[in-house]
């Protein structure tokens, strides 16, 4: 099992291949925020953590969304868990705040998933502690570009884990 937390990553690489990934995905993350808002109602305002990974050399996002009024509420750092078969190469990209309390990224590799002719398979949980349990969290999973317009979505409350499944 191997695991990254933000005080974990160390100097970038001196690659410029490593730079031009990390910086499209700082931009298109922004771009993402600016036009994307989760399905929970129109007027609730929503904000939205997203670290950007880097899976096989593909750029993909962890949306993780709360009500804008909830996040008072928020009491520690969300924590990610990204399940890859065995073998496939992750990276944290670009890290966020997460929502005022930072972000706990763990990457862990599962004999269960597989690399196959449709993609590799991906197993994400979240868990966002909060002082209260019907706090509405949404999980969203946008890999590459395309992603961003339809991705995989799970939803669930503040402190439990809300997993959902998905192919890159």
Known sequence: MAGITLGQIGRP??????????????????????????????????????????????????????????????KGPTEIVVSTPVGVDIRLAVATVGFGHGEKVRFEESESLKVTADGIELRIKVRVPAGSDDMPILVEFAPQVVGLLQPTASEGTANEWISLRSLL
């Open 13 to 74: 690489r001196a690659h410029c291949t490593h730079r031009r990934p990390a910086l499209w995905a700082l931009m298109l993350s922004t771009l993402a925020l600016a036009v994307a808002v989760p399905s929970a109602g129109a007027g609730v305002g929503w904000c939205r953590a997203d670290p950007v990974l880097v899976i096989d050399g593909q750029l993909a996002d962890v949306f993780v969304s709360a009500r804008f009024d909830d996040l008072t509420k928020v």
